[in-house]
């Protein structure tokens, strides 16, 4: 007898155990279940460059803070429009929670930014933007500004007098056209410097080296250059050294990469425009968590952009922005 009470006490807790825990499932499933992280596409223009890779320690650091998963993922070269739409294409299947993004052509990009808006997925843009509304906001430095100030310092490290090269990166990229026009623009105000030649490097060193070369063939008596991104500076600081132009021929680079920052050391470059990438990544996933949560983003957020000298290198501030990583 006192065998059969022990069974029946025995299956009646496993009942219960086996009714509390349907019971835990059907309020869970009510409820949706265990959500998953929320998860954030990031794709730079390339992954090839350190410019992109201190956007992605922003990205990184600002998806630590706020609890989210980022999938860092772009095209082999800032050239591969069709590359960066078929990645962008697939994080849309994959219903990523946003996109954050840096186009490689402002409007062969378009269509998959309002792909991305259909499928209810906001839509972030960071360095280079695309020509359309859709983005909730633009998180990059002003470029057209970084254009007028690499003119107005060059004009005064060639004495406001003398012929000048424009060595821009990628046809129909945002951030390119933008700093070409603040260039031509600015330079055109100084009636004794002549804009002699414009060539894209296609954000190759070694083009830029090329497209150099041809400059100075052409104007061997070139006073100055402005290479409007890290890839064609390097490159045309190369050209310069073998030439043995470094230092004669005043050159303005734009960003920071190492190569730069070296030669700057060196007095091969004279002035960089820099740019703050690391800020680009942090706010720009920031803008991702507050847009997902249904919070208001700024239509526009200006990183900043600062002329770097030698003359200012050791500044505290300056050191800051040139190694955010340290």
Request: hydrophobic share 45%.
């Amino acid at each position: 007898m006192f065998s059969n009470m022990r069974n029946l006490v025995k299956n009646l807790l496993r009942l219960v155990a086996v009714f509390g825990f349907l019971i835990v499932l059907v309020f869970s499933g009510c409820k949706g279940g265990p959500k998953e992280k929320i998860r954030f596409a990031v794709v730079p223009k390339t992954n090839a460059n350190p410019f992109w890779l201190t956007v992605k320690a922003g990205a990184e650091q600002a998806a630590k803070e706020s609890g989210v998963e980022i999938i860092w993922k772009g095209p082999a070269e800032e050239t591969d429009i069709a590359g960066q739409v078929a990645i962008i294409e697939d994080f849309i299947n994959k219903k990523v929670d946003a996109l954050v993004m840096a186009a490689c052509d402002a409007k062969a990009l378009v269509p998959t930014v309002k792909k991305a808006v259909d499928a209810g997925i906001p839509v972030i843009t960071i360095d280079s933007d695309v020509d359309s509304d859709l983005p909730l906001t633009f998180i990059a430095t002003d470029n057209i500004l970084g254009g007028e100030k690499a003119a107005q310092i060059l004009s005064d490290l060639i004495g406001g007098k003398g012929k000048v090269g424009l060595i821009p990166f990628i046809p129909g990229a945002a951030t390119s056209i933008m700093r070409e026009k603040g260039f031509k623009d600015e330079i055109s105000k100084y009636p004794d410097i002549e804009l002699v030649s414009t060539l894209y490097c296609y954000s190759d060193a070694a083009r830029g080296m090329s497209v150099t070369e041809d400059m100075l063939t052409s104007h061997p008596d070139l006073s100055g250059i402005f290479a409007a991104n890290e890839p064609g500076a390097a490159g045309c600081v190369q050209a310069l050294k073998s030439l043995g132009f470094a230092g004669k021929v005043k050159l303005v680079g734009f960003d920071s990469g190492p190569t730069e920052i070296e030669e700057l050391k060196k007095g091969n470059i004279q002035a960089l425009i820099v740019q703050n990438p690391y800020k680009m990544g942090y706010l720009g996933v920031k803008a991702a968590v507050d847009a997902v949560h249904g919070k208001s983003v700024e239509k526009r957020i200006d990183t900043g952009v600062t002329v770097v000298t030698m003359e200012n290198f050791n500044e505290p501030e300056i050191q800051k922005i040139l190694f955010p990583l340290k």
